[in-house]
């Protein structure tokens, strides 16, 4: 018995705009009786998908009475450090609305970098630090969602993401589970949107003929779907933690399959 029917894996980019096509931006999808495919965009004159594109096919597709189980490879949250210098109350909702105000990054003609240089919203007023790290970081040495420029980094994808999870939680209300936010354990038959690092997993998966970017996506749903069947979803969802972590990791957010 699983608790999810269909399972998405999204490697997601923060290049351009919302409404460019990326080769970067990857989806695949895996049913509980299916291994895992990629999902191509709906037809258009773009070839690849957009950020916009996705965050309006995820709402439709888990509008449905389908429990799907969604993981997204870039940072749902800021360290706690961040709260405390910004003087922010330590609410993952709020924190939503708050960022999206200083970085509407999910507006037409609007790169990140243009918000990083001024030209766009007001992110001077909501910077972060590079060596600010959450504690699922620190646990398995991944970057801060600070830094940018880098190889390797998640900065730019977050701080491009984070307003499309708001939209979805906006769409979506209680049928969207956002974890671990809205709570450690998901109810059943409720779909839900988990942050992934694919670098946990991506080493047991032989790549194929699949790009980088493909394969990650491919390692996210096909993770998640093998690890529902045979019970280390479970097991995932609810990471060993003392009281005051937990507390901590329902502000800044939790990668699932850090222990």
């Known amino acids: 018995m699983t608790d999810f029917a269909r399972y998405l894996g999204i490697d997601y980019s923060g290049a351009q705009t919302p409404n460019a096509s990326l080769k970067g931006l990857r989806v695949y999808l895996a049913s509980h009786d299916a ?80 918000i990083r240089d001024g030209l766009r919203g007001d992110g001077a007023a909501r910077m972060g630090n590079p060596r600010w790290r959450r504690l699922c970081e620190e646990r398995c040495r991944a970057k801060s969602v600070f830094h940018f420029d880098v190889t ?42 988990v942050e992934i690092y694919p670098s946990l997993w991506r080493h047991a998966y032989p790549p194929g003929d699949r790009t980088p970017d493909q394969h990650d996506a491919y390692v996210i749903a096909t993770w998640l779907r093998q690890a529902d069947c045979d ?29």
């Open 35 to 114: 291994p895992a495919v990629e999902v191509p965009p709906p037809p258009s004159p773009r070839r690849y998908w957009t950020r916009r594109g996705i965050a309006g096919w995820l709402a439709e597709r888990l509008a449905e009475d389908v429990p799907t189980l969604v993981g997204i490879d870039h940072g749902f949250s800021f360290p706690l450090r961040y709260f405390e210098y910004h003087h922010l109350p330590p609410d993952w909702v709020e924190f939503l609305d708050d960022f999206q105000r200083h970085w509407p990054t999910d507006a037409d003609h609007t790169y990140v970098d243009f």
């Open 152 to 193: 390797g980094s998640v900065a730019k994808s977050t701080h491009a993401g984070i307003p499309w999870l708001r939209f979805l939680r906006q769409r979506l209300g209680e049928r969207l589970h956002c974890w671990p936010f809205d709570g450690w354990e998901i109810p059943a038959g409720r779909s839900a949107v």
């Open 231 to 259: 019970g280390r979803l479970r097991a995932a969802l609810s990471p060993v933690l003392s009281p005051p972590e937990r507390a901590v990791a329902q502000v800044e957010g939790w990668i699932l399959g850090v222990g």
